[in-house]
């Protein structure tokens, strides 16, 4: 993933659409809107500490521009729908409980 954006940032060409699931600390976004992509984070809905912690990220690391919305794997909410055609869908440490790839997956939008 670094590749793709570093090798697009030195081209400035970086013009995507990235959406993290389950971002938590959010590091893959974070390298992706460093390198100028335009970046939603998501966590769960219901776990408002780690949207928390996502916002922190964004602060600590200047990035005013990303997004933070409540996003739970297998619901279909509004600030799921109200998200913008992706190009790239972030994921980093969520496949690990059995029980939620379909929901993770069925949360996963097709641009
Ligand atoms: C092991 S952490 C990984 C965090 C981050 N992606 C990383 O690599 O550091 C899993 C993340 O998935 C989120 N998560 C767990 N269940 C979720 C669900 N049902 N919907 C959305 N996010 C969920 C947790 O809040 C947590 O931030």
Redesign the pocket.
């Known amino acids: 993933m670094c590749n793709l954006f570093l090798k697009q940032t030195i081209e400035s060409e970086c013009t995507a659409v990235c959406s ?9 976004g974070v390298v992706a809107a460093k390198c100028g992509a335009q970046v939603i984070l ?6 408002p500490l ?1 949207l928390e ?1 996502c916002r922190r990220t964004c602060e600590v690391n200047e990035l005013p521009n990303v997004l933070v919305v409540g ?5 279909v909410s509004p600030d799921l729908l109200l998200l913008p055609p992706l190009d790239i869908i972030l ?4 496949f ?2 059995p029980e ?1 790839f379909e ?2 997956l069925v ?1 996963s939008p097709s641009s």
């Open positions: 993290q699931l389950g971002a938590g600390v959010s590091l893959p998501s966590d769960s809905a219901e776990l780690c912690n996003i739970t794997w297998g619901e994921g980093s440490d969520v690990y409980e939620d929901n993770a949360t």
